[in-house]
């Protein structure tokens, strides 16, 4: 069953080429998770989408009733 994304996720995603790629690995990232960079010719999210990004996220916990939050990103790097 394919799921429909969120319109700001899909807006977020669509703000660079590869962004979607790198905005999963910063959020698995921000989850505590370490994982490495994309590989060029991809680029890692800018600061300001990752910010966004973990907006996003804790609005999501939120809304299903969770207390943790991101926090900040951990080791931004790529």
């Given amino acids: 069953m394919r799921r429909r994304l969120p319109p700001p ?9 590869g962004c979607a790629v790198s905005l999963v690995r910063a959020a698995v990232r921000a989850g505590g998770t370490g994982v490495g960079a994309v590989r060029p010719p ?5 600061p ?26 951990r080791g931004r790097t790529g």
């Fill in 42 to 46: 991809l680029s890692g999210p800018a």
């Fill in 48 to 73: 300001e989408h990752v910010d966004a990004l973990l907006r996003l996220l804790d609005h999501g916990r939120v809304l299903l009733g969770e207390k943790r939050s991101c926090g900040p990103p």
């Fill in 9 to 17: 996720v899909v807006e977020l995603r669509a703000q660079g080429r």
